[in-house]
């Protein structure tokens, strides 16, 4: 309902740019062109009561950020409305994707040869994380850590496996804590991997900690961080990583205070109207 009403009104402000002013100095082409004079970004018809209304029942921290510097907050917005088709899909405890949901583009990391360190044969990830990919494994060897990928793309039959694999060692609810359900592991994006050992003692060696530090700038962010359990649905997985674009990390780090379960929250009630919103994206 609230998205209809911003819809509606973000209508409204466009709505005077089709009357052309009596005896004015500016042609209708100019006024076209010309920013709403309550829009907060030039690219948007949105106030600072619209975005206010597009962050409700957000934190309050994370509203006040927005609010504080709503342009910044638009301007990345725009980088992550050109980002190719369910790249901020939700993909948790109460969101599932479809049985049949494939990624059209996943590329087989083998073909980076002995560059990379592959766990297992059969890794792949969608194209569109492959660049900010190769720029971290070798901005990492240059620092004089080896980054090795342990899990990528899954399934959805192979998570159905996997999941009652766990169920069968751990039963029911430790299964529930540690592993996915078919549908609701960001895995079936093809734009998360696992790196290294894949247990909590990576959080602790130096591949670990350099991810810790220095995988947002290449657009991968920490799904299930320390403590956050409650939000996330998740125990701590210091190893697990979704790329989410270089504009996305930056956006949930300014902020969505680094929870990237909030920020994929929000782009999915907000992000059909920020784009409806946006006179610039095509
Ligand atoms: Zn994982």
């Not at 819809?7 to 209708?28: E, F, I, K, Q, R």
């Given at each position: 309902?609230?998205?209809?009403?911003?819809?509606?009104?973000?209508?409204?402000?466009?709505?005077?740019?089709?009357?052309?002013?009596?005896?004015?100095?500016?042609?209708?082409?100019?006024?076209?062109?010309?920013?709403?004079?309550?829009?907060?970004?030039?690219?948007?018809?949105?106030?600072?009561?619209?975005?206010?209304?597009?962050?409700?029942?957000?934190?309050?921290?994370?509203?006040?950020?927005?609010?504080?510097?709503?342009?910044?907050?638009?301007?990345?917005?725009?980088?992550?409305?050109?980002?190719?088709?369910?790249?901020?899909?939700?993909?948790?405890?109460?969101?599932?994707?479809?049985?049949?949901?494939?990624?059209?583009?996943?590329?087989?990391?083998?073909?980076?040869?002995?560059?990379?360190?592959?766990?297992?044969?059969?890794?792949?990830?969608?194209?569109?994380?492959?660049?900010?990919?190769?720029?971290?494994?070798?901005?990492?060897?240059?620092?004089?850590?080896?980054?090795?990928?342990?899990?990528?793309?899954?399934?959805?039959?192979?998570?159905?496996?996997?999941?009652?694999?766990?169920?069968?060692?751990l039963g029911q609810e430790e299964a529930e804590r540690v592993?996915?359900?078919?549908?609701?592991?960001?895995?079936?994006?093809?734009?998360?991997?696992?790196?290294?050992?894949?247990?909590?003692?990576?959080?602790?060696?130096?591949?670990?900690?350099?991810?810790?530090?220095?995988?947002?700038?290449?657009?991968?962010?920490?799904?299930?961080?320390?403590?956050?359990?409650?939000?996330?649905?998740?125990?701590?997985?210091?190893?697990?990583?979704?790329?989410?674009?270089?504009?996305?990390?930056?956006?949930?780090?300014?902020?969505?205070?680094?929870?990237?379960?909030?920020?994929?929250?929000?782009?999915?009630?907000?992000?059909?109207?920020?784009?409806?919103?946006?006179?610039?994206?095509?």
């Amino acid at each position: 309902m609230v998205l209809a009403t911003v819809l509606a009104m973000t209508g409204c402000a466009d709505g005077n740019t089709d009357h052309p002013t009596a005896g004015g100095g500016v042609t209708d082409e100019a006024a076209e062109q010309a920013p709403s004079p309550s829009a907060v970004h030039p690219d948007f018809s949105l106030t600072a009561d619209d975005l206010d209304m597009l962050t409700d029942g957000m934190p309050p921290e994370i509203r006040a950020r927005i609010a504080d510097r709503p342009t910044v907050f638009l301007e990345r917005a725009k980088d992550l409305l050109a980002l190719p088709e369910m790249i901020l899909a939700r993909a948790d405890k109460q969101t599932r994707l479809p049985a049949d949901f494939e990624p059209a583009d996943l590329v087989d990391l083998a073909r980076y040869g002995d560059r990379w360190i592959l766990n297992r044969e059969g890794l792949s990830l969608r194209a569109p994380v492959i660049p900010d990919l190769a720029a971290m494994i070798e901005a990492a060897r240059l620092d004089g850590i080896l980054l090795d990928i342990s899990s990528s793309y899954r399934s959805y039959d192979y998570q159905d496996r996997l999941f009652a694999y766990w169920v069968d060692q751990l039963g029911q609810e430790e299964a529930e804590r540690v592993s996915a359900r078919p549908g609701t592991s960001q895995h079936q994006l093809g734009t998360t991997m696992d790196f290294g050992s894949v247990s909590e003692e990576f959080a602790d060696v130096p591949a670990g900690r350099w991810l810790a530090a220095h995988a947002w700038r290449f657009g991968f962010s920490l799904s299930y961080p320390d403590g956050m359990e409650s939000i996330t649905g998740y125990a701590y997985e210091p190893w697990h990583f979704r790329w989410i674009s270089r504009a996305g990390t930056a956006m949930e780090r300014e902020f969505f205070g680094g929870v990237q379960q909030y920020f994929i929250e929000f782009w999915e009630s907000a992000g059909p109207t920020l784009a409806g919103a946006c006179t610039a994206c095509s």
